[in-house]
Nanobody, 120 residues
Framework: QVQLVESGGGLVQPGGSLRLSCAASGRILSINDMGWYRQAPGKQRELVAKISRGGNTDYADSVKGRFTISRDDDQNTVYLQMNSLKPEDTAVYYC??????????????WGQGTRVTVSS
């Protein structure tokens, strides 16, 4: 099995910064795309940012220029640096990874979520 464990959420004032981390562990052969999604109260889960194994990135328009996604394949970890945070960034943030397991199967895995609250 594969587990994704997120960390780094919390309460921050508008204009502040947070860095989220997500570490994947388990029967991992390789990881394709890794990404961050978020779900605000009463809203659907949405893509925030994703990064391919080759380092290509894609961002939601609402976070471009403020958030940066990166990955460390040696550590099977993906990061999300969030700057200039706004109250509308408040949500539960979920990590996602497309994993090829040591058994040769491909599957999407999700973390348990980490809460980010932007408020004064």
């Amino acid at each position: 099995q594969v587990q994704l464990v997120e960390s780094g959420g919390g309460l921050v004032q508008p204009g502040g910064s947070l860095r989220l981390s997500c570490a994947a562990s388990g029967r991992i052969l390789s990881i394709n795309d890794m990404g961050w999604y978020r779900q605000a109260p009463g809203k659907q889960r949405e893509l925030v940012a994703k990064i391919s194994r080759g380092g290509n990135t894609d961002y939601a328009d609402s976070v471009k220029g403020r958030f940066t996604i990166s990955r460390d394949d040696d550590q099977n970890t993906v990061y999300l640096q969030m700057n200039s945070l706004k109250p509308e960034d408040t949500a539960v943030y979920y990590c996602n990874a497309g994993v090829i397991t040591t058994m040769g199967y491909f599957s999407d895995y999700w973390g348990q979520g980490t809460r980010v609250t932007v408020s004064s």
